[in-house]
C-alpha cells in the first residue's frame, strides 16, 4: 500500500526519534504474527522501555544515515519490525525473547548497537547483558567492599 509524501515524513520523524533515544535497535521477523500478537508484544516491552513498530525500510535507512549509524542492507530488506531499546538493552533483548519463546512465532534476525551490526544468534546474545539494576548493584558492591574489609 502506498503512502503519501506527508505520512513519509511523518514516519521519517517518529524514527529519527527513536533512533535517537535508542541504546540499541533489535531487528525482527515478524512474519505470521497477527495484529493482536504485535500489541501483546509491544505490551510486554513497554515495561523494559523498549518500543517495537513495523517499519518501512527505506524510511529507516535514511533516519539511521542521519544519526550517523550503520545502515545493514541485510537487516532492511523485506518486512521489518525494529524493537527500539531504551537504556536497559539485557532487559529490553530478553523480554522480546521469552515472547518470541513463549508465541513459538517470529525471530531476531539481528541488531545494532552503535557502529556495530549483530546478525542472528550475535543479537540474541545482547539478552545476556545485565540488567540496570544488576549493573548498579555490581557497581555498590564494588565501592561497598573496601569499607567492609
Same mark, same amino acid.
Given at each position: 500500500? &502506498?503512502?503519501? *509524501?506527508? *505520512?513519509?515524513?511523518?514516519l521519517?520523524d ?8 535508542s541504546?540499541?535497535?533489535? =531487528?525482527?521477523? =515478524?512474519r505470521?504474527? #497477527?495484529?493482536? *500478537?504485535?500489541q #501483546?508484544l *509491544? ?7 523498549t518500543? =517495537? ?9 535514511i533516519a ?5 549509524l550503520p ?6 530488506s523485506?518486512?521489518? &519490525?525494529v524493537? =527500539?531499546v531504551?537504556?536497559d ?7 522480546i ?6 508465541e ?5 534476525t539481528g541488531?545494532?548497537l552503535?557502529?556495530?551490526v549483530l546478525?542472528g544468534?550475535? !543479537?540474541?546474545?545482547? !539478552? ?11 557497581v555498590l558492591?564494588?565501592?561497598? !567492599?573496601p569499607?567492609?574489609?
Amino acid at each position: 500500500m &502506498a503512502i503519501n *509524501r506527508t *505520512r513519509k515524513i511523518e514516519l521519517l520523524d517518529i524514527y529519527r526519534n527513536q533512533v535517537e533515544r535508542s541504546s540499541a535497535l533489535v =531487528f525482527t521477523n =515478524f512474519r505470521g504474527l #497477527s495484529v493482536s *500478537r504485535l500489541q #501483546s508484544l *509491544r505490551t510486554r516491552l513497554s515495561a523494559s522501555d523498549t518500543g =517495537f513498530m513495523v517499519v518501512k525500510n527505506s524510511l529507516l535507512t535514511i533516519a539511521l544515515k542521519e544519526n550517523g549509524l550503520p545502515y545493514p542492507e541485510s537487516l532492511l530488506s523485506g518486512p521489518n &519490525a525494529v524493537a =527500539f531499546v531504551g537504556e536497559d538493552i539485557g532487559a529490553g533483548v530478553t523480554s522480546i525473547m521469552e515472547w518470541i519463546r513463549i508465541e513459538k512465532v517470529g525471530e531476531i534476525t539481528g541488531a545494532l548497537l552503535g557502529q556495530s551490526v549483530l546478525l542472528g544468534s550475535n !543479537a540474541e546474545a545482547l !539478552a545476556d547483558l545485565p540488567s540496570k539494576k544488576e549493573v548498579l548493584a555490581m557497581v555498590l558492591g564494588a565501592i561497598n !567492599a573496601p569499607a567492609s574489609n
